[in-house]
C-alpha cells in the first residue's frame, strides 16, 4: 500500500508546480494592461488633479460632455505653465523639456474596439465617475489601464452596480 | 533507467494534466483594438469607377409591388422610434453620389478583380438598373432568424443591424435575405490595400464577417447621444444618414415613421408606397415612392 503512494504524491506535486508557474506566468507575461507613455514629458495626475482640484475634462476635452475626451495640447499646457515653476533643480528640467516639447506632445490609442462607442458624457451625467473605469489618478500614474470588458459594461447597464439602469440592446453601444 | 509499466502510465497521465493545464492560459489579457493601419486618404475615383463597373453587373431594377406605409416594428411593440427611408424616384436620375457617400462614410471596401468578376461587390447601396438599392431594414427581418450568434440583431429604433465581433461567417443570413442587401468579406480587403478608413467612426470589417447597409447607425448613435446628453428626448430627428445627405434631388427622405411631423411622414403622405417584391411581406422600414397613392 505505502508502495502506490509515492508516485501519486510525484504526481500531486507535479500538478501543483504547473498549476503555480500557470498562475505566475499568467501574471508576468501578459503585462499589455501596463500602459507606457510614449511621451518624453513626464506628467504627474495627483500633482494636477489632486493637489490642485482641477477636473479631469480640464485637460482632456469631451472628458464630461463629449463622445471621446481627448490629450491636452502644448498649447494647453502653457495656459497654466506659461509662468515659471518654484526653482528647484528639477522644476528647471522639466520647464526646459516643455519648452522643447512638440505641440501635440501626449498620445493615446484607446483600447475600445473600434465597433464599440462609449460616450463619456452621457455616463458622466448618470453619476458614473473617472475612476470607476480609469481607477484613482495614483493608479493612472502607475500605468493602470481602464480594464473594462463587455460584462463589466452589462453589470452596471443591468443595474447591478449602484447606477441608474441602462439600455442592454447590442445596437446602442455597437455599430 | 528502467520505468515499470504503471509509473510510466502515471507519468504520462501527470504529462498530459499539465499539458491541457498550459492549454487553459489566457491569450490576452484584454482585447486588443482593432483600429488597423490603412491609408485614409485613398483616391477616391478608383471608388467612383467600381461603382461605375457595378451597374453592369446588376443591370435589372428590382420589381415592386404597393405596401402600406412602414410602422411599428414588431419586435419593439412599444417604442415611438421606428427609423426608416422612402427613395422617391420620380426625383431620383440615377446619379450615383448616394452610392459613393455610402462606401466613403461606411469605409466600404473594394475587391479585387476575381471578385469583381463574380459580381461580389461590397457596394452597401446598389444601383439596380438604375434604382438605388440597400437593406430594407425588414421589421420581420429572415436574415436575423437565421443569425446562430445574435450578430445580425433588430435595434430597438427599428431597424436591422450587425454586431461585427459577433459574427463567424457561416453566411446563413445572406443566404436567406431575399433582396440580397448582404455583403461578405470573402478576402481580407485590408491587406490588399483595397479597404480604406474614409471615416473613423466606423470600424473596419474584417475578412469573414457579413455587413450590409446600417442606416448610419453611427450617426444616428451619435445624434441620439447628442441629445440625451443635453437631457432631450430623441426621436429620430436631427439626422441624415450619408447616401439621403449626397442626394441633389433629396430623392432619398429619412425619418421616423412613427413621428407624424417628421419629413418622412409628411412626404409620403398622398403618395404610392412601394417595396421590392422579395422582401414586402416582412414589413419592410426603406421604401420607394411613384406617384400618387
Ligand atoms: S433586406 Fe435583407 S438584410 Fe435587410 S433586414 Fe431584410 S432580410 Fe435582412
Ligand atoms: S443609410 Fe447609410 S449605410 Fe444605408 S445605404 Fe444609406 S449611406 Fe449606406
Known amino acids: ?175 | 533507467m528502467k520505468i515499470s509499466r504503471a509509473s510510466f502510465l502515471k507519468l504520462l497521465t501527470g504529462t498530459f494534466a499539465a499539458l491541457s493545464l498550459f492549454g487553459c492560459r489566457r491569450e490576452k489579457s484584454l482585447p486588443k483594438n482593432e483600429h488597423r493601419e490603412v491609408s485614409s486618404k485613398p483616391d477616391l475615383s478608383l471608388w467612383q469607377k467600381e461603382i461605375d463597373e457595378a451597374r453592369f453587373a446588376t443591370p435589372r431594377p428590382e420589381s415592386l409591388v404597393m405596401v402600406p406605409r412602414p410602422g411599428i416594428h414588431p419586435k419593439f411593440p412599444d417604442a415611438d422610434v421606428r427609423l426608416g427611408m422612402a427613395i422617391d424616384l420620380d426625383l431620383c436620375d440615377s446619379c450615383g453620389k448616394c452610392a459613393l457617400a455610402c462606401m466613403v462614410e461606411n469605409n466600404v471596401p473594394r475587391v479585387n478583380a476575381d471578385e469583381a468578376r463574380k459580381g461580389r461587390y461590397m457596394h452597401w447601396l446598389e444601383l439596380r438598373g438604375g434604382m438605388p438599392v440597400m437593406c430594407a431594414h425588414c421589421g420581420d427581418a429572415p436574415c436575423e432568424k437565421v443569425c446562430p450568434t445574435g450578430a445580425a440583431v433588430a435595434s430597438p429604433d427599428g431597424f436591422s443591424s450587425m454586431v461585427y465581433p459577433r459574427c463567424i461567417g457561416t453566411r446563413f443570413c445572406g443566404a436567406n435575405c431575399p433582396l440580397h442587401a448582404r455583403k461578405f468579406n470573402y478576402t481580407d480587403a485590408a491587406e490588399q490595400g483595397l479597404a480604406a478608413k474614409f471615416n473613423p467612426e466606423v470600424p473596419l470589417r474584417p475578412q469573414g464577417v457579413m455587413e450590409k447597409c446600417s442606416l448610419c447607425i453611427q450617426r444616428l448613435q451619435n445624434a441620439r447621444i447628442q441629445a440625451k446628453t443635453f437631457g432631450l428626448e430623441w426621436r429620430g430627428s436631427g439626422v441624415l444618414p450619408a447616401c439621403a445627405a449626397a442626394c441633389p434631388k433629396h430623392a432619398i427622405i429619412f425619418g421616423n415613421w412613427l413621428d407624424l411631423n417628421s419629413d418622412l411622414v409628411r412626404k409620403t403622405r398622398g403618395r404610392g408606397i412601394y417595396a421590392p417584391k422579395s422582401i414586402a411581406k416582412f414589413l419592410p422600414a426603406v421604401v420607394y415612392l411613384r406617384g400618387k397613392a
Not at chain 1, 31 to 60: Q, R, V, W
Not at chain 1, 134 to 151: C, L, T
Open chain 1, 1 to 175: 500500500m505505502q508502495k502506490r503512494k509515492i508516485p501519486f504524491t510525484i504526481l500531486w506535486v507535479i500538478l501543483a508546480v504547473c498549476g503555480g508557474g500557470l498562475v505566475v506566468w499568467d501574471l508576468t507575461a501578459f503585462p499589455d494592461y501596463i500602459y507606457e507613455n510614449p511621451s518624453t514629458l513626464p506628467f504627474n495626475h495627483e500633482k494636477h488633479g489632486e493637489a490642485l482640484g482641477l477636473d479631469c475634462s480640464k485637460c482632456h476635452p469631451g472628458a464630461e460632455a463629449g463622445i471621446r475626451a481627448g490629450m491636452p495640447s502644448k498649447a494647453d499646457c502653457m495656459d497654466c505653465h506659461n509662468l515659471p515653476l518654484s526653482d528647484s533643480p528639477e522644476n528647471e528640467a522639466f520647464d526646459k523639456a516643455l519648452l522643447t516639447a512638440k505641440e501635440n506632445p501626449f498620445t493615446f490609442t484607446s483600447l475600445l474596439p473600434s465597433n464599440v462607442v462609449f460616450p463619456h458624457g452621457l455616463h458622466v451625467k448618470s453619476g458614473v465617475s473617472c475612476e470607476t473605469c480609469h481607477g484613482s489618478a495614483k493608479e493612472i500614474d502607475a500605468g493602470r489601464r481602464p480594464q473594462v470588458r463587455m460584462q463589466d459594461c452589462l453589470a452596471c447597464h443591468q443595474g447591478k452596480r449602484g447606477f441608474p439602469q441602462a439600455s442592454t440592446d447590442c445596437a446602442r453601444c455597437h455599430r
